[in-house]
């Protein structure tokens, strides 16, 4: 960068035009052009013009499809501006919620191609409409901003290079063994050289339980340390989740995810000294294999790119460890020995067809017997339940005067949810607060007069009065409902309840949580035995049958569907689920679902399979008939 591709003073009519907003206008720029992260300079230049413009709301826009798109805002009302689209001239008004605000909007460039426009606005009473002086400032700092932002883009563009070859000497070392171990050891390692972190580790998903087995620059280690007990158990959760999660900063939670991340693990990582993590599963269409975690002691370790750059490093290594895992699992030697077997016979044949011969055998023979992968054992009559049901009851009789909620409304612990009419507790109450006002001055009289026995008399008065009015004061408290859980309004149109009476302890409203679903289905009994506490579910819904959804059983019933609680069979028997059925074959299976995007809902028609141990072709093909050759043979000769 040159001074000429980034000048930092103003032009001398601006200097003379600027003497409120000159100093920290040249702080400004010379902060930008310090910078060589997109990022930053987009973050930086908003919080500048907000600063130096006294603005209550500023946000960047850039050309898309023929119209603006903003995609970075500060200020109030912010994320109600982000991602919006509007053409360039639908800028300068004041937006809906903007009444009374001076804008003013200035165009720039932040990147070679594209065109772009800043846009601030504040409140006319408390700051006044925008002089010529931060007219001229504003748009000094977006020509600026629009320089800088050019120059990051040259400078990312270098970074692009080196990268590449960052990637293709990853493929080269981890490819480059068929070692489970040094396959993983490999991976951490690499990741040093893209990546600044604190500690780095790979770890292997078995049956919700993580298990860690490599650390970066570490050769050895003990894996009963509880740090990284605490680290696998937050890699098991982010291995669960499936997605890859990026914790920015433990102290200001940026997302949904991460204030969830932060509510269940805020404890350890603190006790860690964490501040920010990455967390990438490592996942194929077989499922989820492993995780490959990062953590730092300071926030916002990881950028956009050196994040690309870890996501690469673990698609590579999900490869690589698939790869050596079914390494493992061939049996070579049998293998070997049994073509050995048949050698003589094959040297028989001329040279090109035993070689032909010996070809085919060997992948025939290895894809019927040595390549496993997850036996997926289809569950019937699966039900969507939330995971959490609280009945919401009152604590007073009443008749109901307000409903704050609706169906389907998420509220959180603490969230009114119902007034009761409390007129008449509000009136006693304050008549009874009144009454012992009144005896206590009648008290304080009857010392004046030295009369004890009257004075005594309403002491007692007031005393009874207050314990009156503090019972009142608690009814009247008790007429607003309030949710005792966070979760969401189950209970179909609670506004139609408005008007009608309701007894104390009478069911009001069903709060349940959905971002976990408990899924119910029927396994048949050829299969049970295959299924264990810990398996993964992989399921699609009718709603949505491009996306894949996964949970884990948490619960296998003992009593089967068509087996009463009592050993009797046939009728109406009781599930594992408290559901009845009705003769219907299978024993009752549970597992939980998460549901973090909020888009399964109770009800819904599912397609599950429960994914068990792993089986060859040769074994999906025999067992139904081995299965009914052995029952044969046990029942002629038993």
């Known amino acids: 960068m040159t001074a000429t591709d980034l000048p930092l003073t103003a032009t001398p009519v601006g200097q003379a035009a600027l003497p409120d907003v000159f100093d920290p206008l040249h702080g400004a720029l010379v902060?930008?052009?310090?910078?060589?992260?997109?990022?930053?300079?987009?973050?930086?230049?908003?919080?500048?013009?907000r600063a130096i413009l006294r603005a209550d709301r500023v946000s960047a826009w850039i050309e898309r499809d023929g119209s603006l798109t903003c995609w970075i805002a500060n200020g109030e009302g912010a994320e109600q501006v982000t991602g919006a689209t509007?053409?360039?001239?639908?800028?300068?008004?004041?937006?809906?919620?903007?009444?009374?605000?001076?804008i003013l909007v200035t165009p720039f460039r932040p990147s070679e191609s594209a065109l772009g426009a800043l846009r601030v606005a504040r409140d006319l009473a408390a700051h006044g409409a925008f002089t010529p002086a931060e007219q001229v400032a504003f748009s000094r700092l977006a020509e600026v901003a629009g320089v800088a932002l050019r120059n990051a883009e040259r400078v990312a563009a270098n970074d692009r290079t080196s990268d590449l070859e960052l990637i293709m000497e990853m493929s080269r070392a981890i490819g480059s063994t068929l070692d489970l171990d040094r396959v993983m050891r490999a991976v951490v390692n690499l990741a040093m050289r893209a990546i600044r972190f604190d500690r780095g580790a790979i770890a292997l998903y078995e049956r919700g339980k993580c298990d860690i087995r490599a650390l970066a620059g570490v050769e050895k280690f003990d894996r009963e340390d509880p740090e990284l007990q605490d680290l696998a158990v937050r890699g098991a959760w982010a291995a669960g989740v499936g997605e890859a999660f990026y914790l920015s900063d433990r102290t200001e939670a940026a997302s949904d995810a991460e204030r969830l991340f932060l509510q269940i693990f805020e404890g350890d990582l603190e006790a860690d000294g964490v501040r920010s993590?990455?967390?990438?599963?490592?996942?194929?269409?077989?499922?989820?294999?492993?995780?490959?975690?990062?953590?730092?002691?300071?926030?916002?370790?990881?950028?956009?790119?050196?994040?690309?750059?870890?996501?690469?490093?673990?698609?590579?290594a999900t490869v690589a460890l698939r790869n050596a895992q079914l390494y493992q699992q061939v049996p070579l030697a049998d293998t070997l020995g049994a073509i050995h077997a048949k050698k003589e016979q094959l040297l028989a044949l001329p040279a090109a067809r035993r070689l032909t011969w010996a070809i085919v055998a060997a992948v025939v023979i290895a894809s019927l017997t040595l390549i496993q992968w997850p036996l997926r054992v289809d569950g019937n009559q699966p039900v969507f339940r939330p995971n959490v049901r609280t009945q919401i009851r009152p604590l007073v009789d009443g008749v109901v005067e307000r409903v704050f909620i609706r169906e389907g409304a998420r509220v959180t612990r603490g969230d009114p949810i119902m007034q009761l009419r409390d007129v008449d507790q509000r009136a006693a109450r304050d008549a009874a607060l009144s009454d012992a006002a009144s005896a206590e001055r009648e008290a304080t009289s009857a010392s004046a007069r030295g009369d004890a026995a009257e004075e005594r008399l309403h002491r007692m008065r007031a005393d009874a009065l207050r314990r009156e009015a503090a019972v009142l004061d608690q009814q009247?408290?008790?007429?607003?409902?309030?949710?005792?859980?966070t979760g969401v309004v189950l209970t179909p149109r609670p506004q139609e309840k408005l008007g009608?009476?309701?007894?104390?302890?009478?069911?009001?409203?069903?709060?349940?949580?959905?971002?976990?679903?408990?899924?119910?289905?029927?396994?048949?009994?050829?299969?049970?035995a295959r299924i264990r506490i810990g398996d993964e579910v992989r399921l699609r819904v009718d709603a949505y049958p491009q996306r894949t959804f996964s949970g884990h059983v948490t619960a296998i019933s003992p009593v089967g569907v068509g087996v009463g609680v009592d050993g009797s069979t046939g009728g109406q028997v009781v599930g594992s689920n408290g559901a009845t059925g009705n003769g219907a074959s299978g024993f009752p299976v549970r597992a939980l679902v998460p549901n973090d995007s909020d888009l399964v809902r109770p009800g819904m028609v599912a397609y599950a399979r429960v994914l068990t141990d792993p089986s060859s072709v040769l074994g999906r093909v025999t067992r139904e008939p081995w299965r009914r050759l052995r029952l044969f043979w046990w029942r002629i000769w038993s």
């Open 500 to 528: 009608s009476w309701v007894e104390a302890g009478s069911e009001l409203i069903v709060v349940g949580r959905t971002d976990t679903l408990e899924l119910d289905l029927n396994v048949d009994e050829r299969d049970i």
């Open 476 to 485: 009247v408290r008790g007429a607003l409902v309030r949710s005792p859980v």
């Open 86 to 102: 509007a053409p360039l001239e639908a800028l300068e008004p004041a937006m809906e919620d903007e009444e009374g605000m001076a």
């Open 31 to 49: 902060e930008l052009a310090a910078s060589l992260d997109a990022r930053e300079i987009e973050t930086k230049t908003v919080s500048f013009a």
């Open 277 to 316: 993590g990455l967390y990438i599963p490592l996942k194929d269409d077989e499922g989820v294999l492993g995780i490959l975690l990062f953590e730092a002691e300071r926030p916002e370790f990881a950028t956009e790119r050196q994040r690309e750059l870890a996501t690469i490093l673990a698609n590579q």
